[in-house]
């Protein structure tokens, strides 16, 4: 199983709207990935180096196979 998720990060760090582009087939496992992005909501804020006022990340969420 393997969900992806493009998330817009700006440059504060605060989560713009995500959107799923690959399910997995199992909407739970796509639930749980979305409820991990939304429970982060933001990350830390950019580096002064980088200029760039956003950035999208296209995040996968594979399953694991480990318990």
Same mark, same amino acid.
């Given at each position: ?15 713009? *709207?995500? $959107? ?8 739970? @496992?796509?639930? !749980? ?15 002064? *180096?980088? $200029? ?8 996968? @969420?594979?399953? !694991?196979?480990?318990?």
């Amino acid at each position: 199983l393997l969900t992806t998720i493009r998330i817009p990060i700006s440059k504060d760090g605060q989560f713009g *709207e995500h $959107t799923i582009v690959v399910k997995s087939g199992d909407s739970s @496992f796509d639930r !749980s990935a979305t409820m991990a992005v939304l429970k982060t909501q933001r990350c830390t804020p950019f580096p002064a *180096e980088l $200029t760039d006022d956003m950035l999208i990340l296209n995040l996968e @969420f594979p399953a !694991s196979n480990k318990l």
